[in-house]
């Protein structure tokens, strides 16, 4: 059974919105450190954005104004919401879990989900 689901990815013109959901059974209000990071084609894997034990956000400056991430502890999700969506987001997208704090790092991956956005 795998630990952590990516769903919600596609392919959408410049300036659409997406949806990006993760499901996991980590996902609840003790849960540590997680967050969606992606890999365009060809290139390194970046941090997109993390929401650490104590509720704090960090986002890329790429996606600062843009990107929302946000945890539903009941329903054991983490969602990231992706508005005006540009060329440059296209890539595979992971969503990651670590352990007590996000200095310590991500110790789960999930699957990815691919994002296309067409200009």
């Known amino acids: 059974q795998e630990d952590l689901v990516e769903s919600g990815g596609g392919s959408v013109q410049a300036g659409e919105s997406l949806r990006l959901s993760c499901a996991s059974s980590?996902?609840?209000?003790?849960?540590?450190?997680a967050g969606w990071y992606r890999q365009p084609l060809g290139k390194e894997r970046e941090e997109v954005a993390t929401?650490?034990?104590?509720?704090?956000?960090i986002y890329a400056d790429s996606v600062k104004g843009r990107f929302t991430l946000s945890k539903d502890n009941a329903k054991n999700t983490l969602d990231l919401h992706m508005n005006s969506l540009k060329p440059e987001d296209t890539a595979m997208y992971y969503c990651?879990?670590?352990?007590?704090?996000?200095?310590?790092?991500?110790?789960?991956w999930g699957k990815g989900t691919l994002v296309t956005i067409s200009s």
């Open positions: 929401i650490d034990r104590d509720g704090s956000t």
């Open positions: 990651a879990a670590g352990g007590s704090w996000c200095q310590y790092g991500m110790n789960r």
């Open positions: 980590r996902f609840t209000h003790s849960s540590g450190c």
